[in-house]
């Protein structure tokens, strides 16, 4: 059975600290890989994607791959109040298209 | 460019009734998806279309469930009997990505409850 692990947290954090989240998966062979923030009774809304090894930055926002060790992870640099929300970390499902998510890790950030 | 829709928000019916949700996916997105959270689970696919075909239905929990995407637009998902089990919210997700995981833009959700 294909799993993604994340601590569930909270995570808290102070404003304008670096926030980082880590996520590991099981299957080997997983080739895509996603972080998306949930704030409560709202949709998951996507917020980076990586697909090879090393780092990818976009704003605040750096993912970070490694295959070799399975692992995933994000950073939220100076970090928001308004990054309080929980973060789901998703692998693709291999060669087809469903995505195997973690149950997430819940981030306050306080003032 | 409107988001992946879905309705109702909210549904809440009686153990043995029927229910049938709706999904309307991003314009031009072939690939649409059913995902379903139960409380205090993650999030768990159903099943993948690619146009109206069903690509994957792998994570259809019984043949209580069925879904539909007549035409290729839109999508609709209905549990028939209805078990309290099948509480829960039920994401649709659409994307533009053939092949693999693509980048799928989630639906706000229809929260069920099964009383």
């Known amino acids: 059975q294909k799993e993604v692990e994340q601590n569930s947290g909270p995570l808290s954090v102070p404003e304008g600290a670096i926030a980082s989240l880590n996520c590991t998966y099981s299957d080997r062979g997983s080739q895509s890989f996603f972080w998306y923030r949930q704030y409560s009774g709202k949709s998951p809304e996507l917020i980076m994607f990586?697909?090879?090894?090393g780092d990818k930055e976009d704003g605040r926002f750096t993912a970070q791959l490694n295959k070799a060790s399975q692992y995933v992870s994000l950073l939220i640099r100076d970090s928001q109040p308004s990054d309080s929300a929980t973060y789901l970390c998703a692998v693709g499902g291999g060669s087809q298209g469903n995505l195997i998510f973690g149950k997430g890790t819940k981030l306050s950030v306080k003032p | 460019e409107a988001g992946v829709t879905q309705f109702p928000s909210h549904s809440v019916i009686e153990k043995g009734q029927t229910v049938t949700l709706r999904c309307d996916p991003i314009s031009g997105h072939d690939n649409l998806y059913w995902y379903r959270r139960v409380m205090g689970k993650e999030i768990k696919f159903l099943l993948h279309?690619?146009?109206?075909?069903?690509?994957?239905e792998s994570g259809m929990p019984n043949n209580r469930f069925l879904a539909e995407r007549t035409g290729g637009t839109y999508s609709t998902l209905k549990v028939q009997p209805a078990e309290l089990e099948d509480s829960g919210v039920y994401f649709c997700a659409s994307s533009h990505t053939s092949g693999g995981a693509g980048e799928q833009f989630f639906g706000p959700g229809t929260r069920l409850t099964v009383l």
């Open positions: 279309f690619v146009k109206e075909s069903k690509q994957d």
């Open positions: 990586i697909y090879s090894n």
